[in-house]
């Protein structure tokens, strides 16, 4: 199959890994070229060889993006690993072409803590699944400290808020949110995508996506946000 008509050098692609189930895991390339169905791509959040992604020779990966305000996906295998962040991507050829679907939004406050960093997904998604560890063995949440209530936009595909500079594109944070006091947090890994402009040192709103995170939690927003949405829809009786 011929892919210059949906793929060009400079695109952006999500790369999905598929396995374990039961988690969304993703990582943010860049695509170079096609040829001998291959894709090679640039990893946009590798910056040192020992935080390299642990991929696996024939791991399962699916390459998502967009043409024309439509879906693209494609899935594929890994198959090696190249200089400066790039690698190499066997391809299947059952390219889909589909009508995207928009995630609700919520603007709210939750309990929010989150860590930044530029360049660690390795170190970022060790410590994403010991948080996930912690969590499922946890019983108990009233030792829990408390969680900072904190503004912002939430869908099933990301979140955005404030963030102390500095930050930048491409930063990665892991994030602990708590969408209720006493709730069970939800751990996730998100990617700054974009970023307003900056006026001095204040602080700045941060737009970012879910690059790791469960089904199940997911879900839990989407039923929040939904929830939400339908409250809001609700005739307001007057006596």
Not at 40 to 64: C, H, I, K, W
Not at 67 to 77: E, M, S, V, Y
Not at 153 to 163: D, H, Q, T, W, Y
Request: glycine share 8%.
């Amino acid at each position: 199959m011929v892919y210059a008509k949906y793929f060009r050098p400079g695109q952006k692609i999500l790369l999905r890994v598929m396995e374990p189930p039961g988690r969304f895991e993703a990582l943010t390339a860049v695509f170079q070229q096609s040829g001998s169905g291959c894709f090679d791509l640039t990893l946009v959040s590798q910056a040192r060889a020992e935080e390299n992604y642990p991929f696996v020779a024939g791991m399962p990966l699916v390459l998502m993006s967009d043409h024309l305000g439509l879906g693209l996906r494609l899935t594929g295998r890994f198959q090696e690993q190249l200089a400066d962040n790039r690698i190499r991507v066997e391809s299947i050829s059952d390219l889909q072409v589909f009508q995207r679907r928009l995630h609700r939004r919520l603007d709210t406050s939750v309990g929010l803590r989150y860590t930044k960093g530029r360049g660690t997904i390795r170190s970022f998604r060790e410590q994403w699944d010991k948080n996930l560890q912690i969590l499922d063995k946890t019983q108990d949440l009233s030792n829990l400290p408390p969680f900072p209530r904190t503004r912002v936009n939430l869908s099933a595909g990301g979140i955005r808020f404030e963030v102390a500079p500095p930050v930048e594109v491409a930063d990665l944070c892991l994030i602990l949110l708590q969408p209720e006091p006493a709730s069970r947090p939800i751990c996730a890994l998100t990617e700054v995508v974009w970023l307003n402009e900056p006026e001095g040192d204040r602080r700045r709103v941060a737009g970012m996506q879910f690059i790791g995170i469960l089904d199940a939690d997911q879900k839990r927003i989407e039923a929040l946000v939904r929830q939400a949405g339908d409250e809001a829809k609700e005739p307001k009786w007057k006596s």
